[in-house]
């Protein structure tokens, strides 16, 4: 089962790290599988640590995505086509 911080936070206070969170949660008998993260990657205290419960997260370094291929886009018109049949 997926469970996202941001739901565990509405529950419970965090103030620990998230990798430590899981530690302690296996050790509760909890098992923590792996720890996904979107956007900014996370510390080095995974790669420190070694635990299956934290072994996901010492793969990203840097960003999870490519800097390079975020696009921003405004609309600023929207027109039918010139050669467009018409509006469905």
């Known amino acids: ?5 941001s739901w ?3 529950y419970v206070d965090i ?4 990798e430590e969170l899981a530690e302690r949660l ?3 008998g909890l098992e ?3 720890i996904e993260y979107y956007g900014v990657a996370p510390t080095g205290l995974a790669a420190i640590h070694g635990t299956a419960a934290t072994a996901n997260s010492a793969r990203h370094e840097g ?9 921003i886009a405004q609309i600023v018109e929207v027109k039918p086509h010139p050669n467009a049949i018409g509006w469905c």
């Open 63 to 71: 960003l999870v995505w490519d800097r390079e291929k975020i696009v």
């Open 32 to 34: 923590v599988e792996h």
């Open 15 to 18: 103030s620990i790290p998230i």
């Open 1 to 5: 089962m997926k469970v996202p911080i």
């Open 26 to 28: 296996t050790l509760a």
């Open 8 to 10: 565990l936070k509405d």
